[in-house]
């Protein structure tokens, strides 16, 4: 199937870039820079895979829909869409400016939005399609210093659920995934204060791979998953327990 997978160049949309490869997709791979994309896509291909990177701000509609256009001219339109792209921020409550406020918003809800409009169509012209929205455990049950963030996160939640109560019947099945700590750039640039005592809470003790993360997404898109319909996976390490 031809993938699609937002902010893939770096972390763990690189991972799941790297997995949907191995497992056969030919792999769009985007990034706000298009050179951090264009690596993802050459390890892909170097390990035998098809892919191609795209450089957009999911955030800027009319970049989304000039990528997907692009994708479609190049390798057909997106069967698999991974709303992966974000950003991390840390602040109190009433240090968080409305301006950071917005960007949290527009990146991970506006772009997921985007995205999700921008292929849609085309999955359902064709009865089948996946939509993976990677959202965040701190969606589930908040976070110090992240009002903002988990905000957003808990919105990507209840959109999945929404949507996929809309267009399953059509043959899309949506879900999201919902990570724990995983070590990335994005969690090491986090305070070491809030690691540490993240860390010493999770029942397993130890913050996941991205690789972790990218076997999550290639189960959900596989026929083994064929009932999950609006769900949200928690690779957490026992951060959440639902
Ligand atoms: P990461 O290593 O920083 O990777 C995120 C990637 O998204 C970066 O390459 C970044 O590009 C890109 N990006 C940011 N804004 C974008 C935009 N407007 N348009 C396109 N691409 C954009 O972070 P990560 O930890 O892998 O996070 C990936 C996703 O998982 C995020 O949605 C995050 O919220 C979520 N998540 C992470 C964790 C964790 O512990 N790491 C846990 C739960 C959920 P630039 O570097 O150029 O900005």
Redesign the pocket.
């Known amino acids: 199937m031809i993938a699609l997978v ?10 799941i870039a790297l997995r949907l490869g191995r497992d056969g997709h030919t792999v769009a791979v ?4 298009l050179a ?2 264009e690596e993802t896509a050459a390890q892909i291909r170097e390990n035998g895979g098809q892919a191609t990177a795209y450089g ?5 509609e009319q970049a989304v829909n000039d990528m997907v256009a692009k994708i479609t001219e190049d390798h057909g339109a997106p069967e698999i869409l991974v ?6 921020h840390q602040a109190l409550f009433m240090d968080i400016a409305p301006e950071m406020f917005d960007k949290i918003f ?3 809800v506006r ?1 997921n939005f985007l995205c999700t409009r921008a292929c849609l169509p085309a999955m359902l012209a064709k009865g089948q399609g996946h939509i993976i929205n ?5 969606g589930q049950i908040g976070g110090v210093e992240l009002t903002h ?1 988990a905000g957003a ?1 808990a919105a990507i939640i209840g959109m999945t659920k929404s949507l996929a109560r809309e267009v399953s019947d059509k043959g899309v099945r949506v879900n999201a995934v ?10 090491k ?1 986090l305070s070491e204060t809030w690691k540490a005592a993240k860390r010493a809470e999770l029942p397993l003790g130890r ?2 791979d ?1 690789d972790e ?1 990218g076997g999550v997404v290639s189960f959900l898109i596989s026929d083994d998953a064929a009932l999950f319909v609006g769900q949200t996976l928690g690779p ?1 390490s026992g951060d959440v327990m639902l």
């Open positions: 937002t902010g893939a160049g770096s972390g763990i949309g690189a991972a985007n990034d706000l820079t951090a994309a957009a701000d999911v955030s800027d709303n992966n792209a974000g950003f991390g527009a990146v991970h772009g990677i959202a965040s455990q701190l963030y996160k919902a990570p724990g700590p995983i070590n990335t750039p994005l969690v640039a913050f996941g991205p993360v957490n």
